[in-house]
């Protein structure tokens, strides 16, 4: 599927960069478009150190190594020149509805018609900038998830009207570079992965806030427990592991699930101000502000390491 194929990125930021770096570790043409040239060179750093950590760790995506991978990448200011010729688009700039709607505009003018148009966002259905373009049933929503390089999740969401000969193509492409595709079978708001996320988060949250556990205890649920647990099972995998099959599960426990659920507060706002500063209080002091940049490459080590054992 690879030869002679271009795949153009649309904005350059981390996230770009890292769909530039996974298509070109596939094989893939890729040009990365931004509006400056400062941006395009940041970007092209950051291209070409995802390379070498792929080829590194032994998780690259195809058959290249780093250094061949990377003479396949170009830049440019111009969409026009971007789009053309690209039988794919990715699309990764500012997370509004506004700018979605005047990016996806342009694009549609500019691209050819069996172009496939797929956007980044984490959170905005595509049926919302998408509707009244020319060839939206071209367009979709192709959601990777943070650090993409060692997380091969992938979520598409069609619009309603987006065709099932995109999907087709959106799930062979990111197959073929390695990444885990999964298909929502229509919109819903924040889509598959933030739902889920949201959910925990608004938990963890009220755990906190009514002084049941702290911070850190809150984290260390998940990654000495839930977390491990659903490296390799998902909770349905686990709850028919956790049994004599899922019905058994919930035969078992389906009457002590809906009391704990029943017992959950209302929806947090997420600014009560209390809240924030305990969360504050315990996450600078274990990690300081001024070590992000560190801990974030932990983080990505240790993914990489988990990311390794899964492949194997």
């Known amino acids: 599927m690879t030869e002679n194929k271009k795949i153009a990125i649309v904005g350059s930021g981390l996230i770009g960069s890292s769909w530039a770096s996974l298509f070109l570790s596939g094989g893939y043409k890729v040009v990365l478009y931004d ?67 005047k990016i996806f505009a342009e694009m549609d003018a500019l691209a050819a ?42 979520e598409l969401v069609p619009a309603p009207w987006t065709s099932e000969s995109t999907l087709h193509t959106a799930t062979t492409l990111m197959t073929s570079i390695g990444q885990e595709p999964i298909r929502l079978n229509r919109e819903v708001l924040g889509f598959g992965v933030n739902r889920l996320q949201f959910a925990i988060m608004a938990e963890a949250w009220r755990l906190v806030a009514d002084d049941v556990l702290s911070p850190e205890d809150v984290d260390k649920i998940m990654s000495a427990g839930l977390g491990p647990r659903y490296a390799f099972n998902g909770p349905w995998a686990t709850t028919h592991l956790n049994a004599f099959g899922i019905r ?36 600078n002091a274990s990690m300081p502000l001024d070590s992000l940049k560190t801990f974030m490459a932990n983080r990505e080590e240790s993914l990489a390491k988990i990311a390794k054992l899964k492949k194997e």
Not at 91 to 100: K, R
Not at 113 to 127: F, G, Q, R, V, W
Not at 256 to 268: C, E
Request: glycine letters at 4%.
């Open 35 to 101: 509006v400056g040239e400062a941006q395009l060179q940041t970007s092209l750093k950051h291209v070409h150190d995802n390379l070498v950590k792929l080829d590194e760790k032994g998780l690259q995506r195809g058959v290249l190594t780093a250094e061949e991978a990377f003479r396949n990448v170009s830049t440019t200011t111009d969409l026009a020149e971007a789009l053309r010729d690209a039988f794919y688009v990715q699309e990764s700039t500012i997370e509004t509805v506004e700018f979605h709607v």
């Open 248 to 283: 058994d599960y919930w035969k078992r426990y389906g009457p002590g699930a809906r009391r704990v659920l029943a017992d959950f507060g209302p929806t947090p706002s997420f600014e009560e101000e209390h809240v924030i500063e305990k969360l504050e209080r315990s996450l």
């Open 113 to 154: 018609p069996e172009t496939i148009l797929a956007s980044s966002t984490s959170t905005i259905p595509a049926s919302q900038f998408t509707e009244h373009l020319k060839n939206r049933e071209r367009c979709l929503v192709v959601h990777p998830v943070n650090p993409p390089l060692f997380l091969p999740l992938t």
